[in-house]
């Protein structure tokens, strides 16, 4: 009887073994596909430029200092921070300059030329690493440039008739020197409308006794293309002045983005959207969803002009925005 009790108890026991094993090792085998999901989530993350700069407001003829942070990023691809000073109005790039990467930080100096003129500038970071040919992590900083030396003439900008109603914008260019009696005769002056890449209208000009009177048709204005742009040069020494032109409004762009690229009925997905105006700047902005015209939620974006939502669609039903305070906007359909 003891013999046929140990026969059973031996072959229960490797009957139960496969068991017992998978339970030991699946763990082992979990963790390991862990680790490697992991791994690659940190291998693929994308990189972010982060730059500390001394300041925002220059003097031309100064040095800039900064420190710059890679994080998120395999260092070894990663040589070469390249640092660009770009004129706001022109797109003119007055200054570059190339320093050396070290896992992930890179610091330095550089001089800000003394022909740089007074105005509104963006120092714009990227290094060596391209994507497609382009840079992968691009980092801007806007900043301020004033003059600390004595200006041979100046220049401003003043509106004469510029409502939006007018069918011309007119604006006056004044170039003025500390001693008129030696003021040149005329001065020459180039100027566009619009995007520098693609200016609605662009001429070369001059002044006369010190002025210009510039004439734009408004309807070749809209928003984001309605800045004068004036560039004048005398003697090398060259001044930029702009002015934005008023323009008739026009309804904001809102793009949506749903979880997983669509958005599946009768499931609870999370909607991303983002608001601009006519010109691409962001807007934070209050809104209502509807679902049949009928009031759903109420939704809102931050300041950078994103915001998210949740949403289960129904099947037949149709979803749609609409902003507070925007009585040209329509709805912005979601899905229908």
């Not at 100064?62 to 921070?81: H, I, P, V």
């Not at 000009?205 to 742009?229: D, E, M, R, W």
């Not at 129904?314 to 906007?329: C, F, Q, R």
């Amino acid at each position: 009887m003891a013999r046929i009790t140990a026969v059973i108890c031996f072959a229960l026991f490797w009957l139960t073994a496969p068991t017992c094993f998978s339970q030991t090792i699946m763990p082992k085998n979990i963790d390991g596909l862990n680790s490697q999901i992991n791994l690659y989530s940190i291998k693929n993350q994308s990189p972010t430029l982060f730059i500390h700069f001394d300041k925002n407001v220059y003097t031309n003829n100064e040095s800039l200092w900064f420190t710059a942070y890679l994080f998120g990023a395999d260092y070894k691809q990663y040589q070469t921070l390249s640092v660009a000073l770009v004129n706001d109005g022109s797109r003119a790039v007055l200054m570059e300059d190339k320093f050396v990467i070290s896992n992930g930080l890179a610091f330095g100096h550089s001089l800000i030329p003394d022909s740089v003129g007074p105005g509104n500038y963006t120092f714009i970071a990227t290094t060596n690493r391209l994507v497609n040919g382009r840079p992968d992590v691009v980092f801007t900083q806007p900043v301020t440039i004033k003059t600390a030396d004595e200006q041979d003439y100046t220049v401003s900008l003043n509106p004469i008739d510029t409502s939006v109603t007018s069918a011309e914008q007119k604006v006056m260019l004044l170039v003025g020197f500390p001693h008129p009696k030696t003021a040149p005769a005329v001065v020459p002056v180039n100027y566009y409308v619009g995007n520098v890449s693609h200016p609605v209208i662009r001429d070369s000009v001059k002044t006369k006794a010190g002025q210009y009177i510039f004439t734009i048709p408004s309807k070749l204005l809209s928003q984001g293309n309605n800045t004068l742009h004036v560039q004048v040069k005398y003697n090398n020494e060259g001044k930029e002045v702009s002015i934005a032109l008023p323009a008739p409004a026009q309804p904001a762009v809102v793009r949506f983005y749903p979880e997983g690229g669509n958005l599946v009925n009768n499931i609870q997905s999370t909607v991303g959207w983002e608001v601009k105006n006519a010109a691409g700047n962001p807007m934070g902005v209050s809104a209502i969803l509807y679902e049949d015209n009928k009031v759903l939620d109420t939704l809102s974006t931050n300041s950078y002009g994103l915001g998210k939502f949740q949403l289960t669609s129904k099947t037949g039903s149709s979803y749609a925005v609409k902003l507070y305070a925007n009585k040209k906007d329509t709805l912005y359909r979601l899905i229908s």
